[in-house]
T-cell receptor, first 114, second 114 residues
Framework: NAGVTQTPKFQVLKTGQSMTLQCAQDMNHEYMSWYRQDPGMGLRLIHYSVGAGITDQGEVPNGYNVSRSTTEDFPLRLLSAAPSQTSVYFCASSYSGGAGETQYFGPGTRLLVL | GNSVTQMEGPVTLSEEAFLTINCTYTATGYPSLFWYVQYPGEGLQLLLK?????DKGSNKGFEATYRKETTSFHLEKGSVQVSDSAVYFC?????????????FGTGTRLLVSP
């Protein structure tokens, strides 16, 4: 079991460029989510999915798109990168969406937008 | 809305010292409470959790008790090790329908010296 994997580990973009952050899990989890981690702010939810074909917005969705065509994959797309999107991005998955459910996190992608 | 407040860091301790990291929360319902740990260069992983009042979560010598009367979930360990150096996040997940979003505190960095 690889768990939750993310690629790339590190990326530098110029303002206005687009890119896709990849996330995959091999635990057959229905629920997946994307968070961003910024200094002094903890983790904030960007988008989440409760199953293939179903996505919804989190706390900070602006500037990001997601889709979920398979149970395993949940890519995060930056349409036109901005310096404010410089952050560390974590993907997470869980078996269900219950309040006591453990979420499993990937190792993160560090993004720098110049 | 729901929120989590945890003590500012860094917390600097010598090996074998007693650790307390304070966490208090605000929630409209009866949340589940979590402590996640992030070791250097890694993603978050669940340390312990509690799903109802007076529950005690424990793992790897760490403990935290869900105190509804004081809306707290303080993390404690009797004797810390150098390997415990990490960032610790308190989080809550409220009950309800659909995806239960995690709300994180800002994190507390623990530094343990030999």
């Amino acid at each position: 079991n690889a768990g939750v994997t993310q690629t790339p580990k590190f990326q530098v973009l110029k303002t206005g460029q687009s890119m896709t952050l990849q996330c995959a899990q091999d635990m057959n989890h229905e629920y997946m989510s994307w968070y961003r981690q910024d200094p002094g702010m903890g983790l904030r939810l960007i988008h989440y999915s409760v199953g293939a074909g179903i996505t919804d917005q989190g706390e900070v969705p602006n500037g990001y798109n997601v889709s979920r065509s398979t149970t395993e994959d949940f890519p995060l797309r930056l349409l036109s990168a901005a310096p404010s999107q410089t952050s560390v991005y974590f993907c997470a998955s869980s078996y269900s969406g219950g309040a006591g459910e453990t979420q499993y996190f990937g190792p993160g992608t560090r993004l720098l937008v110049l | 809305g729901n929120s989590v407040t945890q003590m500012e860091g860094p917390v600097t301790l010598s090996e074998e010292a007693f650790l307390t990291i304070n966490c208090t929360y605000t929630a409209t319902g009866y949340p589940s409470l979590f402590w996640y740990v992030q070791y250097p260069g890694e993603g978050l992983q669940l340390l312990l959790k509690a799903t109802k009042a007076d529950d005690k979560g424990s793992n790897k010598g760490f403990e935290a008790t869900y105190r509804k009367e004081t809306t707290s979930f303080h993390l404690e360990k009797g004797s810390v090790q150098v390997s415990d150096s990490a960032v610790y996040f308190c989080a809550l997940s409220d009950r309800g329908t659909g995806f239960q979003k995690l709300v994180f505190g800002t994190g507390t960095r623990l530094l343990v010296s030999p």
